[in-house]
């Protein structure tokens, strides 16, 4: 590192978490002037999480570290804009992914544009991911440690902020943190790791969402449209899930049965025991929000070696891609893939840079 980098500023967003706080220690090594802020997003209305603890751990590891330590309240931001986006589109029959956009309006969103406001060079978290180059480019790719990789959570970061954003651990895997963090001493350095949505943890999205949307109990069909059970209401569920329907004929209840279909207006669900049935695969999908992560000159390079992850940590697909306009794109599979859910991400890669991203839309 040059010298003219040596006392570069940069504002982490620390969750007290293990990976966000070696993130910091990481940097501060590095000679980075480095400050640590806990972003609040905790409303009254999500759970009943314990933010105050998880920022006490926060404060404890900025003092370990002497660093200073900030807070952000986003709280209000978060429940209008991220909430109220999983809300409505499991209102409207889709299935969201409420930490893909938890990182482009809080930490890549509100917190970034608020850290460069405050002086800061960089913004760093804890995400398992890199920034590297590419063909003279910089661009973001996936992390050393395969089984905790995040970019799939990432892709709507705009391309022009990644000169500005750091991602310390990604070049670790997740052991090597923990060593890490045991080697710099950390007050949180046994704490086990968060599960569930962004920086909330783990609260049952089921049931928040029967207490924000009406739920009505309808009927669960099989192919033939015939009843066979019951469910608690057909926006809870998407393609593919197995769970949190009651199957009551007798002859099939102790076999896995998996949702192929929904119909929003006659409050039904269609269950099949087989998955792979033709109606419930696609060759081709359109994905619209589509943000692209690179150059128009990178793309063309990597545009022959293309794979798709259409669910977080799935299997990589090929598959090649055709623009249609600047936010809508069409990805073709070599062979049929099982349906992907309408709301869902699917991201793009090519030799372990992150391309791009969308949302799908249609389903073929």
Not at 121 to 139: K, L
Not at 238 to 246: A, K, N, V
Not at 334 to 348: D, M, Y
Request: glycine share 8%; with cysteine; proline share 2%.
């Amino acid at each position: 590192m040059s010298d003219s980098e040596t006392t570069k500023k940069v504002y982490v967003g620390m969750s007290g978490g293990v990976d966000s706080s070696v993130a910091a220690a990481l940097l501060k090594e590095q000679n980075f002037d480095v400050v640590g802020v806990f972003i609040k997003i905790w409303h009254p209305t999500i759970s009943n999480c314990d933010w105050k603890s998880e920022m006490r751990d926060a404060m404890r590891a900025c003092a370990h570290l002497h660093i200073p330590f900030k807070m952000i309240d986003l709280s209000d931001l978060y429940f209008e804009k991220v909430i109220g986006y999983m809300i409505n589109e499991y209102e409207n029959g889709r299935t969201p992914n409420p930490d893909v956009m938890c990182n482009e309006i809080i930490k890549f969103g509100a917190f970034y544009d608020w850290a460069l406001n405050e002086g800061a060079q960089f913004v760093a978290t804890g995400h398992y991911a890199q920034i590297s180059e590419y063909n003279n480019e910089i661009v973001m790719s996936q992390g050393v440690d395969s089984g905790k990789d995040q970019t799939y959570f990432l892709w709507r970061i705009k391309k022009e902020q990644l000169k500005n954003i750091l991602f310390p651990v990604g070049s670790y895997t997740k052991s090597e943190i923990r060593k890490l963090a045991e080697k710099f001493s950390l007050p949180n350095a046994a704490k086990k790791d968060s599960q569930g949505l962004c920086f909330i943890g783990d609260i049952n999205v089921k049931q928040f969402l029967k207490n924000h949307i009406d739920a009505k109990q309808g009927d669960v069909l099989n192919v033939n449209g015939e009843v066979i059970g019951s469910h608690d209401g057909a926006f809870l569920y998407t393609y593919g899930e197995r769970h949190g329907f009651i199957i009551t004929n007798n002859s099939s209840q102790n076999k896995p049965h998996f949702v192929i279909g929904k119909d929003l207006e006659k409050n039904t669900i269609t269950v099949s025991e087989e998955i792979s049935l033709v109606e419930n695969v696609q060759s081709e999908l359109l994905l619209e929000d589509y943000n692209k992560l690179v150059s128009d000159s990178v793309n063309k390079d990597v545009s022959k070696n293309i794979v798709a992850m259409c669910r977080y940590h799935a299997e990589l697909i090929p598959c090649s891609l055709e623009v249609i306009t600047e936010t809508s794109t069409k990805i073709s599979f070599k062979n049929p893939q099982e349906r992907i859910a309408e709301g869902q991400s699917v991201v793009l890669y090519s030799e372990g840079v992150c391309i791009g991203g969308g949302v799908v839309s249609s389903l073929k």
